[in-house]
């Protein structure tokens, strides 16, 4: 097996999630291809878990969804922030910062 | 590896068809995609095109989880669009509703006038059902709670107990829990340090020491009553004010308790604060002041001294209250209590007699009774008139929403024609009336906040008023309103609705065209028609015998001049008043009083006509000459009067002459009796001078004197009715006899009425006029049922009168206006313009017709129920009814002729040119 299985948390999930949709709208195989290439392949995840994942975060409105074609010619649904998607990363990251520093503190040799 | 993971499953069933495919096909479309750009790059990385397939497949994972989750998103989504869309159209409709709303003000103003009317009336009459009939006592259980009374021989008659009697019910009984004896009087405040100390009348109950334990109270300050406090030996004078006395009269003060209160010019000791929503058993009933039961003498209760404990004739208590002890229901209660009256009527036959006990829960307040007057009776009426004219004001209105609903076709069939389902539109049409009935129904809530408010004085039969029985429109009555306003809405909007959208294209194009000349909604029309013609009929009947009954009451003859006269009450051995003390008083109040400048005639008596509430009645054990039937008794209403009692009070002398200041004790005792009494016990027209047996006592008949009504119903006609002089009475004082009633006689007697209390102040300050006023003003407290009926019968009636007769002409000038083109082909082929208005006529002869029978026997049946309160009124009396039916026959008449005559008018060559 060349992927190694996700112990990922599924907020975690959906806070990688969220910052990949950052900006343009992209389609579900370019977040995926996104999140490995930013984490040099150390992070990977599933395909059926992104796909579950975004469809949770499309039920919660924190993204929506349409219909678009991409530069092969395929038809493929493209994924976009919502406002309060938005809000929801802004807040996720300074607390994931904060979560990161209490615990690297606590890592860190005294 | 599974067959098909899109294969349809059961959420097929919980999502509508199309979303449930398409939410298969989205998902499947975007997993192809992501596989096959995976595919791509396997590829682009040397892989063979099957190989790439199997692993990217493999690589992705669990399907059947992805696909779970992406239908529980998509019927969230799905779910949250519709709430979207339903909500939007609800604004739309509302929108629109404004839009009608302004577009007709007229309309919008009636419409909104006849929901305001109905829904208003509905809940003040109901928020008063609430607070008299459905409100329980403010207290802990009241189901358990359990009120007796004895019952003297006639009927259900409400007597009094005897101490003895509640001691031996208390003793003896297994059913209850405890039961505890209830009396009540007016008691006089008065003469406080520290308070505002006026003298002021007070409800005060006398309880035993158990009463508030078994009501399961909580004081608000200091300790309720305690059965230490009754005590037989030593009775504490303590008292437990109400939460209202105590605002008022204290202020609020802590110190309340601990501070003297005189009862009566008695001291007592307040010693606690009842809660503030106590307010006593019956419906009105607040008690200010609660006393043990065993200090009555100490304030002069009854006037009778501490043996009135131990004497089981000495019948005096009002009420026992008992609480059912667990598990023990009402009805076996009951059959031990009348076992247990039954043993002692065997045990003391003279004194128990032919009395029984009557026994009833207290789920809800008990009703005070009024001279027979009926209350539950009295509101069932109002609330069947209210409830009549709302149903009448739904005719009303689905009527008038009929015709522009019809007219508004083309608005429908547009909208049709441009995608809208007929769901949609009756949904907007209802919306419509349902926006309208709900302003209405705001405003009349407000309206009949307001009318509660307003209406505060007394009203209500028996001195019942609003503010003592509190209505309040509390939430449940909100929901009430709001319910009220949602079915009738629904109700007048929902045929018209139905109605208008109804059809299709082609009728909407049959419409344009103006061809069609006859459709159902005629029928409809006209069954609503005969339903308003039918309610107004039994509104007009009923308010026709509420006048008659009102006039009636007004006309009645109650014996004695009523004009130019006053009468006060008033109660001096409350004040401890010794015979000769207050024999003295009374002298001097008459004197000064008859010396008042325009005062005619002044006198006092223990009673007064009209005003009695409880009668005072005795039996002679002979009278001379007179063999009584062998069941007869010679049982006589009496009075003590004092001189000039009768020429005061304008009570014609048929015979004889009346007392006179010699008649005192040094004489042989004497009576005038009145024309009954003289008919049925000397026959031969020779009373006056005739002998009767008292007790002991031999009196002679003196006079003979007119027949009055002397109960507050003027209800009872003659019966035998003694009158003896005050200063003879056996019990030979003023004092024993209470009340007693000044009567004062004047030309101007409301510019008399200050002079006279400023001289019974004068004489007493402690003295708290319970009543001085006119007799004009007693009166019309004893018809204000009828007054208030035929007032608000009259009232309604003309409002649905009003309604019955637009609904008419709105119908009539309706169906002319469409039928305009057969009109004038009528009149091209020769028809006279008579016939056309006569073709218009009869068209809504049938329906009023058949509403008016309708109505007359609804009437007929429903008029049963007043006539508890109507004086020498037939419910089938023929002159209302044919005033009625004459009535309504020309309003109708009128309206229909109206239009009818435009109809005659039609100029055929304009009509048919204009096709």
């Not at chain 2, 049409?429 to 009935?437: H, K, N, P, R």
């Not at chain 2, 030979?732 to 009425?753: D, E, S, W, Y």
């Amino acid at each position: 097996m060349r992927r190694r299985r996700s112990n990922l948390l599924q907020g975690t999930v959906e806070i990688l999630i969220l910052q990949m949709l950052d900006g343009e709208p992209i389609h579900g195989y370019a977040v995926s291809q996104a999140i490995r290439e930013r984490t040099d392949g150390e992070l990977e995840l599933e395909d059926a878990a992104l796909y579950q994942a975004l469809h949770r975060l499309e039920g919660r409105e924190l993204v929506t969804s349409r219909w678009g074609i991409t530069e092969k010619r395929r038809r493929a649904k493209y994924y976009e922030l919502t406002d309060a998607g938005r809000e929801r990363l802004r807040t996720e990251v300074v607390s994931w910062r904060r979560y990161v520093d209490a615990v690297s503190k606590v890592l860190e040799p005294v | 590896m599974p067959s098909n993971p899109f294969r349809p499953s059961k959420f097929r069933f919980r999502l509508p068809f199309h979303t449930a495919r398409q939410a298969d096909g989205d998902l499947s479309r975007e997993i192809d995609h992501h596989l096959d750009e995976r595919v791509d790059d396997l590829i682009a990385q040397g892989v063979s095109e099957s190989q790439a397939r199997t692993q990217a497949r493999q690589e992705f994972g669990d399907l059947e989880a992805t696909r779970r989750g992406y239908v529980q998103m998509s019927e969230r989504k799905d779910l949250r669009r519709r709430q979207r869309e339903w909500f939007q159209h609800l604004l739309q409709d509302v929108r629109y509703a404004a839009r009608q709303l302004r577009q007709s003000p007229g309309l919008s103003a009636i419409t909104l006038t006849v929901l305001a009317l109905g829904i208003g009336a509905n809940v003040a009459i109901f928020s008063l059902v609430e607070a008299t009939l459905l409100r329980a006592p403010s207290v802990s259980e009241p189901e358990r709670l359990v009120a007796m009374w004895t019952t003297c021989r006639r009927g259900d008659e409400r007597c009094s107990s005897s101490y003895p009697d509640y001691l031996d019910f208390r003793d003896r009984s297994r059913s209850f829990d405890d039961l505890a004896a209830y009396d009540g009087t007016v008691a006089t405040l008065g003469g406080d340090a520290g308070t505002t100390s006026e003298a002021e009348l007070a409800n005060t109950v006398f309880a035993t020491g158990n009463y508030f334990d078994l009501l399961g109270l909580q004081p608000v300050r200091g300790r309720l009553l305690t059965p230490a406090d009754d005590d037989r030996a030593s009775p504490m004078q303590v008292a437990v004010v109400s939460y209202r006395l105590w605002q008022q009269r204290f202020g609020g003060a802590d110190d309340v308790v601990g501070s003297t209160l005189r009862i009566n010019k008695a001291p007592f000791t307040v010693v606690g604060v009842l809660p503030a929503g106590f307010n006593g058993l019956f419906v009105g009933g607040e008690p200010d002041v609660v006393v043990p039961l065993l200090t009555a003498p100490v304030l002069g209760e009854s006037g009778v001294p501490v043996e009135i404990f131990a004497e089981r004739a000495a019948r005096w208590i009002d009420l026992t209250v008992g609480r059912l002890a667990p598990g023990v229901d009402f009805e076996t209660a009951r059959t031990e209590m009348l076992a247990i009256s039954e043993q002692l009527a065997v045990e003391d036959p003279e004194a128990r007699g032919p009395r029984s006990v009557h026994l009833e829960p207290i789920g809800r307040y008990l009703l005070p009774t009024f001279g027979g007057f009926d209350l539950s009776r009295f509101l069932f009426v109002l609330l069947s008139v209210v409830g009549m004219v709302l149903l009448l004001a739904c005719a009303n209105l689905a009527n008038v929403y009929l015709a522009c609903a019809t007219a508004r076709r083309h608005e429908m069939g547009l909208r049709m024609a441009i995608g809208a389902s007929r769901g949609r539109l009756v949904r907007q049409l209802l919306t419509e009336s349902v926006v309208f009935a709900a302003i209405g129904g705001v405003l009349g809530i407000a309206a009949a906040a307001l009318s509660l408010r307003l209406l505060a004085s007394p009203q209500l039969p028996g001195g019942l008023t609003l503010a003592s029985v509190r209505p309040a429109l509390d939430l449940r009555l909100l929901a009430l309103g709001c319910l009220l306003a949602l079915i009738t809405g629904a109700a007048f909007g929902l045929v018209p609705a139905l109605r208008a959208t109804r059809g299709t294209r082609a009728s909407l194009q049959a419409d344009l065209r103006g061809a069609r000349s006859g459709d159902g909604n005629d029928r409809l029309h006209h069954v609503l028609i005969a339903a308003q013609i039918g309610i107004c009929v039994v509104l007009l009947t009923g308010s026709g015998l509420f006048l008659q009954a009102a006039r009636n009451g007004l006309s009645i003859d109650v014996g004695f001049a009523t004009d130019g006269l006053a009468v006060a009450r008033f109660d001096l051995s409350s004040l401890q008043y010794e015979p000769a003390a207050a024999r003295e008083f009374t002298d001097a109040l008459v004197a000064r009083i008859e010396a008042l400048p325009g005062v005619t005639g002044a006198s006092v008596s223990t009673r007064v006509p009209v005003t009695d509430s409880a009668g005072t009645a005795t039996m002679l054990s002979a009278v001379q000459g007179y063999e009584p039937a062998p069941d007869e008794e010679l049982r006589l209403e009496y009075a003590h009067v004092a001189p000039g009692y009768f020429e005061a009070l304008g009570l014609p002398v048929v015979r004889g002459r009346t007392f006179e200041a010699a008649d005192d004790q040094s004489r042989p005792r004497a009576m005038v009796i009145n024309q009954t009494m003289a008919r049925a016990w000397w026959p031969d027209g020779n009373a006056v001078g005739g002998m009767v047996t008292l007790g002991e006592a031999q009196i002679e008949v003196i006079g003979v004197v007119a027949d009055a009504k002397w109960d507050d119903g003027l209800r009872v006609d003659g019966y035998p009715f003694g009158f003896f002089a005050l200063a003879q009475g056996s019990e030979g004082t003023v004092a024993h006899q209470r009340p007693i009633n000044l009567v004062v006689r004047g030309a101007n007697i409301k510019q008399l009425l200050p002079a006279v209390r400023r001289e019974i102040q004068l004489l007493d300050g402690d003295l708290a006029l319970s009543s001085l006023q006119t007799m004009g003003r007693v009166l019309d407290q004893v018809l204000a049922p009828q007054r208030a009926g035929a007032a608000l019968f009259s009232g309604f009636s003309l409002l649905a009168l009003t309604l019955a007769a637009v609904g008419i002409y709105g119908v009539v000038s309706y169906s002319v206006g469409r039928r305009t083109r057969e009109m004038g082909i009528h009149l091209a082929l020769g028809a006279s313009s008579r016939d056309v208005v006569s073709l218009v006529a009869r068209g809504i002869v049938i329906p009023v017709v058949a509403g008016l029978a309708a109505g007359l026997a609804a009437a007929l049946a429903l008029s049963r129920a007043v006539e508890g309160f109507m004086y020498d009124v037939t419910p089938g009396d023929p002159l209302t009814l044919a005033v009625v039916l004459g009535l309504l026959a020309l309003a109708a008449a009128v309206a229909t002729a109206i239009p009818a005559r435009r109809a005659g008018r039609v100029d055929p060559v304009v009509t048919l040119a204009a096709e």
